[in-house]
């Protein structure tokens, strides 16, 4: 008897399966972007997904969970990537701060992730659950990370002596605004430089904050 081979791929229904839970956040991100959180019905994610609304229900008990989930995909787990590579930086903190946290926000505003801050701005008022796990999973590592590279600065007498806390604001809050830009009066095709050119911003906006954090070089004394 020929002994027929193991089948070396996964059958396409199982990889179909495994896709589902992807392919209804990338659905239900889209959706909620373009229609609003509030406004969008969980069927039509699921229709958008090719799924039925009883699918959706296995993997995700209600709409609030789906957008929680979004969340954390498009954001927290990114910020638990940045965490990494600050762990492994080996240069000084302005470099840190260049590097890794333009790229971060390269990414996000490449990405529809950049739609999860337009979604939070607009809506999460009503939803205050879906707030408090905001503030949680997102607001809070991503200051603890950023700041924590600041303080590092300070201690190293890379940086001047600052407010932590505002320098952190200072960061982030214009690179949300870019975010929101991009899902509102840029999808309306408003002309803006800064849709056109985000990566400069980007990279501009951090180069500035730290011509202000930089510690002052002591004057060298004159050689006798």
């Known amino acids: 008897m020929t002994l027929l081979p193991e089948p070396t791929s996964t059958p396409s ?3 179909r399966k495994a896709e589902r839970p992807q392919e209804l956040l990338d659905a239900a991100l889209s959706l909620f972007v373009e229609k609003g959180f509030a406004a969008t019905r969980t069927d039509e994610v699921a229709a958008r997904a090719g799924v ?4 959706l229900y296995l993997y995700y008990a209600s709409k609030e969970e789906l957008l929680k989930a979004v969340i954390a995909q498009r ?3 990114q910020i638990a990537e940045g965490a990494r590579q600050v762990a492994e930086h080996q240069g000084s ?3 840190l701060l260049l590097e890794v946290l333009s790229r ?16 939070i701005i607009t809506e ?3 939803f205050p659950d879906i707030a408090e796990f905001y ?3 997102v607001v809070e ?3 603890n990370l950023i700041g924590g590279v600041v303080q590092r600065g300070i201690d190293r007498g890379e940086f001047r002596p600052v407010d932590v806390g505002g320098v952190v604001h200072s960061l982030v809050l214009p690179m949300v605004m870019l975010c929101i830009h991009k899902h509102s009066l840029g999808a309306c095709g408003a002309v803006d430089p800064l849709v056109q050119a985000p990566h400069q911003f980007i990279r501009q906006h951090i180069e500035l904050l730290l011509g202000g954090l930089r510690a002052p070089v002591p004057p060298t004394s004159p050689t006798p």
């Open 52 to 55: 039925s609304k009883g699918t």
């Open 93 to 95: 903190c302005a470099e």
């Open 141 to 143: 590592p991503g200051q």
């Open 135 to 137: 503030v949680r999973e």
């Open 124 to 126: 999460v008022r009503n």
């Open 75 to 77: 954001l927290s787990s």
């Open 13 to 15: 229904h199982q990889r």
């Open 104 to 119: 971060w926000w390269e990414g996000v505003i490449d990405s529809d992730a950049s739609g999860v801050f337009k979604l």
